[in-house]
């Protein structure tokens, strides 16, 4: 998966918990959660969507890894091959 | 009159109460039509009302006869919704005794709800009622308040008479206005600051609050979790905020009287956990569906029921058992970087517990030497009508020994 793929595919993904946030308009290098205003709750729902659609499965230890859009999409990329 | 075993008992089904601020509701959708075959729990409608959406189980077995209320329409609380004719004779209202046909049944000695055609004149109101205080929504409460109108002194067209935001309206000549046409429909969220509003007013106006607060260390549960996490696929793990709600299911134990309802200026106890969990919505509005028997749920089935609850809540799908059972209430502001919260109790409920969000402070151990610790505020806010100050500390005291020794909250 390039790394444009999987950014797409976590906007797909996060979008369904933050429906009303435009993607192009956020800082894809600040935090991600902050950003769309998402509790822990809806993260762990959206890693949980993650997991089932690209079988990558990010342990709690990585969460800094996939804070904000851009390096949650290296992360993804980087482990889909 | 007894009725053989066999004979067939026609029940109706109503608009239940989805909370003590609801008056009533709309069908957005039937899930069963004439013939189908009901059970206990099944959910047959879609119902909104000022505040949710939400899902609406029965509580008969029996097969559907008719439907009463079209998709649309709105109705007062305890009008009759549907007929289910049932074989079992134990059960919960017979409508008319001896009557198999699904006829509309006589409405038993109340009041009909004010949704449904004028009547020449409202039957008197239940006798058991004359003995109490007249019964006024608390929406007709605050209404009656802001224009004016003694709301005691109307005679009520809601379920047993109470008085609704209807009557006062009417009495306070609102109704007078030439009848327009519907109202444009209320933008939604303000509806629903409006139904938080009033049961919040109703708090502080009734309910003679106090506060604790306790400051916990939560190092030990949150390194017990972490390592168990670990283990475990994302889809299996389990949030802090899960902890939490476990260590307030075992603490209720120690201090049953911050669980239950106050009613009728009596407190009653509740023998079951049903844990209230206050969830935002997205662009405002503040909803709090319970975890049914919460006690009886280990850790893992509180995470999949908070899960559960928070995914329902976004989507509209709460169950209406979900929206009026909750005993005991739990607002986690853990993701807001707030130290602590001093809540606001919802009514009848007497407590409510609060937590700040969990955070790296300097702590003393056991033998005063400085340390790191993640420190977690707990507060309960509850009712000094039916607890005082030493119980409460009880139950914070008893939050605190969960969660010291988190193996025993799996």
């Not at chain 1, 822990?40 to 959206?46: G, K, P």
């Not at chain 2, 079209?70 to 004719?85: D, F, M, N, Y």
């Not at chain 2, 049932?86 to 198999?100: D, F, G, K, L, N």
């Not at chain 2, 003995?131 to 009656?144: D, F, G, N, W």
Request: with cysteine; glycine share 6%; hydrophobic share 45%.
């Amino acid at each position: 998966m390039t790394k444009d793929a999987a950014r797409a595919l976590l906007e797909e993904i996060f979008g369904r918990f933050a429906p009303e946030v435009d993607f192009g308009a956020i800082d894809a290098a600040a935090d991600l959660r902050e950003q769309l205003d998402i509790d822990s709750l809806d993260f762990l729902n959206a890693l949980i969507a993650v997991h089932e659609r690209t079988g990558v499965d990010v342990p709690e230890s990585d969460y800094a890894q996939v804070a904000t859009l851009d390096a949650a999409a290296e992360y993804l990329a980087a482990r889909t091959g | 009159m007894v009725e053989s075993a066999s004979a067939e008992a026609t029940r109706e089904f109503l608009m239940p109460s989805l909370g003590a601020d609801m008056e009533e509701g709309t069908i957005l959708a039937w899930r069963i039509a004439p013939g189908s075959r009901v059970s206990r729990g099944d959910i047959v409608a879609e119902v909104e009302t000022e505040k949710a959406e939400m899902e609406v189980e029965i509580f008969d077995e029996g097969v559907v006869a008719r439907i009463l209320v079209e998709v649309g329409q709105k109705v007062a609380v305890g009008t009759p919704l549907a007929l289910i004719v049932s074989r079992s004779p134990a059960a919960s209202r017979p409508a008319t005794p001896q009557t198999a046909a699904p006829t509309p049944p006589t409405p038993e000695p109340r009041p009909r709800p004010a949704a449904v055609e004028a009547k020449p004149a409202p039957p008197p109101v239940a006798p058991a009622l004359t003995r109490e205080r007249k019964r006024v929504t608390p929406l007709a409460r605050r209404i009656a308040e802001e224009l004016g109108v003694n709301a005691e002194a109307l005679r009520g067209t809601g379920p047993s008479g109470a008085i609704t935001a209807d009557d006062v309206r009417a009495a306070a000549g609102a109704a007078q206005q030439p009848a327009l046409a519907p109202a444009p429909a209320p933008d939604r969220e303000a509806s629903r600051q409006r139904v938080i509003a009033a049961l919040m007013e109703r708090s502080k106006r009734e309910i003679p609050h106090y506060y604790l607060g306790a400051s916990l260390d939560f190092s030990p549960a949150l390194a017990w979790l972490e390592a168990r996490n670990r283990s475990r696929p994302v889809s299996e793990r389990v949030l802090p905020a899960a902890l939490l709600l476990r260590a307030v299911a075992l603490a209720v134990r120690a201090a049953p009287e911050i669980n239950g309802h106050y009613q009728d200026g009596a407190f009653h106890a509740s023998p079951a956990l049903h844990l209230g969990v206050a969830i935002a919505l997205r662009g405002g509005g503040l909803i709090a569906p319970a975890i049914l028997d919460a006690s009886e749920k280990s850790l893992d089935e509180l995470m999949r029921s908070l899960r559960d609850l928070g995914a329902r809540a976004r989507a509209g799908k709460l169950r209406a058992s979900e929206m009026s059972s909750s005993t005991l209430t739990v607002t986690n502001l853990g993701d807001n970087a707030v130290d602590f919260v001093q809540a606001v109790i919802y009514p009848p409920q007497v407590a409510i517990v609060g937590f700040g969000t969990p955070a790296l402070r300097p702590w003393l151990d056991r033998e005063g030497g400085l340390c790191a610790r993640t420190i977690v505020q707990a507060t309960l806010a509850a009712d000094h009508r039916v607890s005082n100050g030493h119980r409460g500390a009880v139950f914070l005291k008893a939050i605190e020994r969960a969660l010291l020794a988190p193996e025993r909250l799996a």
